[in-house]
Nanobody, 125 residues
Framework: QAELVESGGGLVQAGGSLRLSCAAS????????MGWFRQAPGKEREFVAV????????YYADSVKDRFTIARDNAKNTLYLQMNSLKPEDTAVYYC??????????????????WGQGTQVTVSS
C-alpha cells in the first residue's frame, strides 16, 4: 500500500528555519511530479511548491518564493521542503502529495492523488 509520511514540523520563532521531509513507501514516486501544500486554521488548503519528477521544473507560491526551496532525492524516494526566514503567516499543517503525472507539476490540488497525513508548522512572533 502506497504511503507518504511527512516529518520535520515543529515550533520555531519568526526568522527561523525548518526542513520538512516526505518519505514515500509502498511504491516508487520517482516518476511522479510531487508537491507541498498547506492548510492554515479556518482556511482552504493551498499550493506552496511543486516539482517535476526530474527536479528540473519547480514552481513556488508568491508568498514563499525566495524563502522556501523544494527538492527531491529519487534514489531515497523522498521529497523535501527547506523553509527559511519563516513568518507567523507560514503557520499551517503542511502536506506532501504525489501526482499521476511525471512532467509538468500542477499547482492544483485536484491533480494530486496521493497525500500524506500532514505535519504541523507553527511560527511564533
Amino acid at each position: 500500500q502506497a504511503e507518504l509520511v511527512e516529518s520535520g514540523g515543529g515550533l520555531v520563532q519568526a526568522g527561523g528555519s525548518l526542513r520538512l521531509s516526505c518519505a514515500a513507501s509502498g511504491r516508487t514516486f520517482s516518476r511522479r511530479a510531487m508537491g507541498w501544500f498547506r492548510q492554515a486554521p479556518g482556511k482552504e488548503r493551498e499550493f506552496v511548491a511543486v516539482i517535476s519528477w526530474s527536479g528540473g521544473t519547480r514552481y513556488y507560491a508568491d508568498s514563499v518564493k525566495d524563502r522556501f526551496t523544494i527538492a527531491r532525492d529519487n534514489a531515497k524516494n523522498t521529497l523535501y521542503l527547506q523553509m527559511n526566514s519563516l513568518k507567523p503567516e507560514d503557520t499551517a499543517v503542511y502536506y506532501c502529495a504525489a501526482s499521476p503525472y511525471a512532467g509538468y507539476p500542477s499547482k492544483e490540488l485536484k491533480d494530486y492523488d496521493y497525500w500524506g497525513q500532514g505535519t504541523q508548522v507553527t511560527v511564533s512572533s
